[in-house]
């Protein structure tokens, strides 16, 4: 197996550094807005052959839209499939990420899974009565695959979101008036907000994604996950993962991968490895910049096909 070393990892980082400057961090709510623009950090899964990381990986930073890849992964082992396939579509989303415009098909149901649309639609199918209660799952689901307990949510995030979620909100009773979803507006989008609001940091993220890379199926929280479930997502991450850039990435990068405005990325490698990138300078689709060429020098140094 490819084994990347430290000091090469180090040198990937400096090499991405003079390009962050491009870019902005996301400031559409006040503790996103406060990240560094310069900062970045990575980390490489390789499993029994351990962790590598480069930058500052005790930096925290909260899931954001990255979460999404473990609430559908929850909602087809609890729903299956078919019933998740019925609901959500699997096409690239031609808009931004949570425009109303263009996030339902001629069919009438949201383009993805990682739209916003979709990802209300899937929060509505997890299992629980509350909000907190789909989250508590949501929580242990990410905690358990990225075996860290001390996760947890940054509830002060999570509450600004709900205060500035207009478009969501707009969303969100745009899909009950459809009866695409069934819990009340406010309560969807408490749920939605608190799950994007889960704070992690680089190595959780590459160990979560080394999780995902799995072939066959994997034991999570004593419940086996299905390989075929973990297949669909990877290659969702890869056709749909970078908002309105992914088939660029696909072409140019070939790592399933997800990001969030948090500048948040996790990348999925096969034969077990997973890679967590924080970088929260973005380009105008929303995509940390550094995240893309860190991506893309793995890519190569990994031998992704
Ligand atoms: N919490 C964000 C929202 O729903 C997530 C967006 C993202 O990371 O793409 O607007």
Known sequence: MTVIAADQL???VEQVKPWLGSGAVS???????QAR?????????????????????IAKFTLQSVVKVFTLLLALHHRGKDYVFERVGCDQA???YNSLESFVRTSGVPVNPFVN??????????????PD????????????????????????????????????????????????????????????????????????????????SESTDICVMGEMLDASHLRLVRRLMLSTGMYEASGHYACEVGIPAKCGVSG???GVVRHHKGIGIYGPAL??????????????LLSKLLDVD
């Open 94 to 96: 031609l808009g931004s």
């Open 133 to 212: 209660d789909r989250v508590a799952s949501v929580l242990d689901f990410v905690r358990a695959l990225a075996n860290n307990p001390a996760i947890g949510v940054d509830l002060g995030t999570a509450r600004s979101e709900l205060m500035l979620a207009d478009q969501n909100r707009a969303l969100a009773y745009y899909l009950r008036g459809h009866n695409f979803v069934s819990t009340t507006v406010e309560e969807l989008l408490w749920a939605y907000c608190q799950m994007c609001a889960i704070e992690v940091d680089v190595v959780d993220l590459a160990t979560a994604g080394r999780m995902l």
């Open 37 to 57: 623009p310069d900062d970045l950090a990575v980390a490489v899964d390789f499993g029994e052959d351990g962790v590598v990381t480069a930058g500052d990986r």
């Open 283 to 296: 380009d105008a689709s929303g995509n940390s910049i550094g995240g893309l060429r860190l991506m893309q």
């Open 117 to 130: 649309a979709g990802a209300l639609v899937i929060v509505d199918m997890l299992p629980g009565h509350d």
């Open 27 to 33: 400031n559409y709510l006040p503790e996103l807005s």
């Open 264 to 266: 948040a990325m996790m």
């Open 10 to 12: 180090k040198d990937l």
